[in-house]
């Protein structure tokens, strides 16, 4: 059965590691789900935060296959533990004068705000976890969705972090 | 002291202990040439590329050290990789050093420039572009630390032609850390206790090694743990020689072109101890009936070949040759013997006897030259005792199952990625290694052609090796698939515009040879094994003998064509 599995990546801050583990997920035949990447607090060292769907058994293969990665310094499944989650999204929506005080109260529900304001949109940011962030874009589709630009997910663990 | 790039590739090489180097000059790599002349470290000019890598390669499995190559930039580069991938399936470890265009030009599509690093990064350990001469030292230890630790692999190192003119300060080797890479040698003892238990239970135990039983060195552990337990033992085409091919308890290769009874045994064993092996298809046919009634046990350095293709109840990650060592040490500590070598196993052994005498490798002597008689009487010429080079394909086959390795290190082939052309480099590479080893290269007509080029370096160096053709004038292995499975439709697989072997021998300054007929075949070995130079030694086989037993593609390994 598959799963979802959340994995959060050490790697050195190297030209080409990010190709490395495309080219690992490409070439075996996993799948991302949703992929960030950027610097930790040491500079030389930078964390990926990776969402990916497959079989316990494939599961394990990717992790054992990602630490094998000379580049990889280390592999944490955060599925199994506390973590908080969340993505950034910014959703440019129509905002014709009859469904503005509407997107606006949406707005306010979920605590995200309006950055941008055009004669016929709203563009709005929201930071949330994935199941919010898909219950806003769902109350914002009636309205005429005309782009939405996302981050993919970071999560961090709430306790230290175990493999 | 100030060093340039080249003169600090030198010296590193130095340092890692490297007495020869494979390889073809070019533009880019000029002035590493220019370094390499001016030292002591010998060189083998090859004809091409592939040829630098695959006598590396087999260096590095004949001698245990790291094997090095040595190309020039872009098509160098390029031809280099099919070496690279053979390496790479086969654990061998070797550190390539390419040439690469001027740092300021990389990026500019200029002459000869390909981004070897991006092409490689599939089909390497790992990789590595030296922009900045300050990292070059640094960067090629860590490409030999890298290369030999673990699970070996090759290693590549892209030089830019700038980096190797610019000069720096020499920096002496200090320790080498290397934080995200530390491969666990020492087997978890708590698991080996399970095997000991298992051991004890178990009423038809298997051994089945693989490459890494050799790799880690481990046969002579692994020859004391079968014999001290009385438990038979198979091996992939990479594990050929890690246990003797002569002893009771050997049954011969498994899986697609394995014996009758290894593959009986396998399908019928309720212990599968796997040592080193990474359950390739051609070993396990359909893998839901593979093992089935067996509980197993892996042990392999490497974690990603355990649980992949296989089940397994008992995961060890270590060295393999450390845990069988521990394993020893175990059962010599056992009070109770009995229950280790074999109370139980009476019954399994005399099964095992019994396939072996109903079911033995055989084939049919009349005719024309069989080509497993030929190997058979190399065998019988060289005492068993030559280094076994392949090409890929039948001969490939045939010299798996009738050379009957008794030694480690005596069997090189491309056996993950199966590469036609590589057994005349191979042999070359292993006669640079082992100059005093009677070298022979098993070839048939079609793979030697692949990289016949390099007879001119085995004459320019004097080496000796002896290349027996199986000329069938096929590619015969295809042949015997489209023989088998596709109604004998022989599409592109006759090759009736072979050249004259024997002439083609004595061209390049070589001694050429041919047997036609079986009464030939002794007095032919026998004069081409004297001849003091390179050697080539056809002989005209049976043109549409066929390779058994043969498990069908995707079928259990139980499922044999049998002659």
Known sequence: ?163 | MELTGAEIIMKVLKEEEVDAIFGYPGGAVLDIYDALAKTDLRHFFVRHEQGAVHAADSYARATQKVGVALVTSGPGATNAVTGIASANSDSIPMVVITGQVSSALIGNDAFQEVDIVGITRPCTKHNYLVKDIKKLAKTLREAFHIARTGRPGPVLVDIPKDVTIAKTEWVERDLLKMRSFNPTYKPNKKQLCKVIDLIKEAKKPVIFAGGGAIISGASEELTKFAQATNIPVTGSLMGLGSFPGTDPLWLGMLGMHGTYRANMAISECDLLIAIGVRFDDRVTGKTDEFAQNAQVVQIDIDPTSIQKNVPVKIPVVGDCNLALQYLNVKIDEEEDKASLNGINKDEWLQKISDWKSTTPLKYDHNGQIKPQYVIEKLHEFTDGDAIITTEVGQNQMWAAQYYHFNKPHHFITSGGLGVMGFGLPAAIGAQVGCPDKMVVDIAGDGSIQMNIQEMATAVQYGLPVKIVILNNRYLGMVRQWQELFYDGVYSSTTLDHNPDFVKLAEAYGAKGLRAETTDQVEAVLKEGLETKGPVIMEFVVEREENVYPMVPAGKAITQMLLV
Do not use: C, W
């Open chain 1, 1 to 163: 059965m598959e799963e979802k599995h959340i994995l959060s990546i050490l790697v050195d801050n190297e030209p080409g590691v990010l190709s490395r583990i495309a080219g690992l997920f490409s070439g075996r035949g996993y799948n991302i789900d949703s992929l960030s990447v950027a610097e930790t607090i040491e500079p030389d060292i930078s964390r990926i935060t990776m969402i990916t769907t497959a079989d316990r058994v494939i599961i394990e293969q990717i992790k054992k296959q990602l630490h094998k990665l000379i580049n990889v310094i280390k592999v944490y499944d955060l599925t199994d533990q506390k973590y908080v989650q969340r993505e950034l999204a910014l959703i440019k929506v129509h905002a014709k004068s009859e469904n503005r005080a509407e997107i606006l109260r949406i707005v306010d529900i979920f605590r995200s705000k309006v950055v941008d304001v055009g004669i016929d949109h709203f563009t709005i940011e929201i930071s949330a976890s994935i199941e919010k962030l898909e219950a806003f874009l769902m109350l914002l589709k009636p309205m005429g969705i005309m782009e939405i630009v996302r981050t993919g997910s970071v999560v961090i663990g709430r306790n230290n972090l175990k493999d």
